[in-house]
């Protein structure tokens, strides 16, 4: 069999190219629906499974870098005259490493300083945000047939009614034919269009996270890293805040919370709320709004991690100790876990009734000095500050204590049932 030759300069750059465009493009997907909310639900396990291939894949980027290495120094002389071409290189080295390195944080986050992967997770996403769209862009603009105008012609013309023969002339003409007096040209103006179809898709919703970004860098004045937008919750009378939870003793929370869901997202109406404790309790609890707030509550400042790797640091809760509302209900001896419902109908989780006399464990009610947003689980949520937020059910609306251990939502789907930080 005859030796294989080591393919040129040319062929190598190309062959990097290709691998490297499928990937970014396979990561692209992937990491897309991995932190879009909606698709949260219904990819079930299957987001376990992707996040792993997302993270694996994306390792790859490190041996394209690797072998792209040895060639690089050439290939940037090759582009000496191209300045254009040269910065689309630089600048998606750029992404590739911001990419790879922000990545590597994100995936071993869990060995690093809990800040790092705020960091890592705004890296990640800003060269998202705007390389994306670039990329996407740059595939558009260098599609073949735009490349090659009279590539596409040929396809016109063998389409057309008229037959002609091939390398006849009127094939070679670029169609149509680039005409001087035009201000733009056909090629111009696609790309034109092009980009500023990208731009427009894409602009309000970057705009958005720069200002929600924006708006968590900044210390809280506004109640932290809650939305301020208008509370589609409807609970009257609102909760009155204690004075260490009206003088926000955390000095006010640090990061933005992400809006999670793997429902649509319920609202509540003082009216019809009601919230339970019951299963194996001496004396089942029933409560609507008005008689719930009276229930006593304390104030405790603690931190939020969630497993995907955001945190925010110091908030203010005001809520009641889960602990007391046990100690309230009476404990049989034959229970041996706490099950939690939220009143979204779909999410529930549990603790074993040991974590669940954690002190800091709480039914909360207030954040920050203000009503828990609807949008970040309120009237009532748990907070399990010693666990990953998955154990922080949203809209909780029923406690139940029961014998036989439950699988919670996200514990079916391949979360680990001990969520300890
Ligand atoms: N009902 C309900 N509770 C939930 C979730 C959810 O999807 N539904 N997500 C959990 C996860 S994984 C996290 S990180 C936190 C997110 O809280 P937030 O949406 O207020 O930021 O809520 C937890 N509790
Ligand atoms: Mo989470």
Known sequence: MAERKKPGFGRQLAELHRWNAWLVAFLAVSGLLLSWGAARGWLGEGRVWLKQL????????????????????????????????????????????GWLLSGIVLWQFRHLPPRWANGALLVHDLLTWIGLPYLVYHSVARLRWMR???KRAVRVLEESAEPMEKGSAALRVPYPAA?????????????????????????????????????????????????????????????????????????????????????????????SWTFAIDGLVDQPGHWNWEAFLQLERTVQVSDFHCVT??????????????RQLLAAAGVKPEARYVKF??????????????????????????????????????????????MYAYKSVKWLARIELIEKPHTGFWEQRGYDNDAWV
Not at 58 to 86: S, T
Not at 191 to 220: E, H, M, N, Q, Y
Request: proline share 8%.
């Open 54 to 97: 997302h993270i694996y894949l994306g390792l790859l980027i490190a041996i394209l870098l690797v072998l792209y290495g040895p060639l690089m120094k050439r290939h940037l002389k090759q582009l000496r005259a191209r300045p254009r071409q040269r910065g689309n290189l630089t600048f998606v080295l750029v992404l590739l490493v």
């Open 309 to 322: 790797g955001w945190s925010v640091y110091h908030n203010t809760w005001e809520g009641i100790p889960l």
């Open 179 to 271: 005409d001087p007096q035009a201000w733009m040209s056909r090629k111009q103006f696609i790309r034109w269009t092009a980009g500023a179809a990208i731009a427009a898709a894409v602009l309000p919703s970057f705009l958005r996270w720069t200002k929600g970004t924006w708006d968590s860098l900044a210390p809280s004045t506004t109640g932290g890293g809650m939305s301020d937008k208008a509370d589609p919750n409807r609970m009257l009378p609102a909760p009155e805040p204690l004075p260490d939870s009206a003088n926000v003793i955390g000095g006010g929370a640090e990061g933005r919370f992400r809006v999670y869901t793997v429902t649509a997202l319920p609202r509540f109406d003082s009216g």
């Open 341 to 386: 419902y939220s009143g979204d109908g779909e999410y529930t989780d549990t603790l074993s009734l040991e974590q669940a006399q954690m002190e800091d464990v709480m039914v909360a009610v207030l954040h920050d000095g203000k009503p828990i947003h609807r949008d970040y689980g309120g009237p009532v949520r748990l907070i399990v500050p010693k």
């Open 148 to 150: 090659q105008p009279e």
